[in-house]
């Protein structure tokens, strides 16, 4: 079992900055595939980010540019760096987890995901 904890989310305007933490339970991490996702109010879930374990990532195309997915393996967490934030991504934000190393889209091929974290962008 695999238990992920975002933080950092929070209040911002546009424009501005938010850096979303997610923090895993397990030693194997770096043997993870993690990826955020975020669900916009009244639509639903949708990739925001991915990396393997070895690094390689991919961004969304509504993203591209302005977030940055990161991890750090000996700290077992994963990162959403998000610049010039929009109103549109206003959204609560989840990190998730597979065990199988890869760069996955679709929410049903992760495996553990954390609780969320609100992102509200004020314009």
């Known amino acids: 079992q695999v238990q992920l904890v975002e933080s950092g989310g929070g209040l911002v305007q546009a424009g501005d900055s938010l850096r979303l933490s997610c923090a895993a339970s397990?030693?194997?991490?770096?043997?993870?595939?993690m990826g955020w996702f975020r669900q916009p109010p009244g639509k639903e879930r949708e990739f925001v980010a991915a990396?393997?374990?070895?690094?390689?990532?991919t961004h969304s195309d509504s993203v591209k540019g302005r977030f940055t997915i990161s991890r750090d393996n000996a700290k077992n967490a994963v990162y959403l760096q998000m610049n010039s934030l929009k109103p549109e991504d206003t959204a609560v934000y989840y990190c998730?987890?597979?065990?199988?190393?890869?760069?996955?889209?679709?929410?049903?091929?992760?495996?553990?995901w954390g609780q969320g974290t609100q992102v509200t962008v004020s314009s």
């Open positions: 998730a987890a597979s065990t199988v190393d890869g760069i996955y889209y679709r929410d049903y091929e992760y495996r553990y």
């Open positions: 397990r030693r194997a991490f770096s043997n993870y595939a």
């Open positions: 990396i393997s374990w070895s690094g390689s990532n």
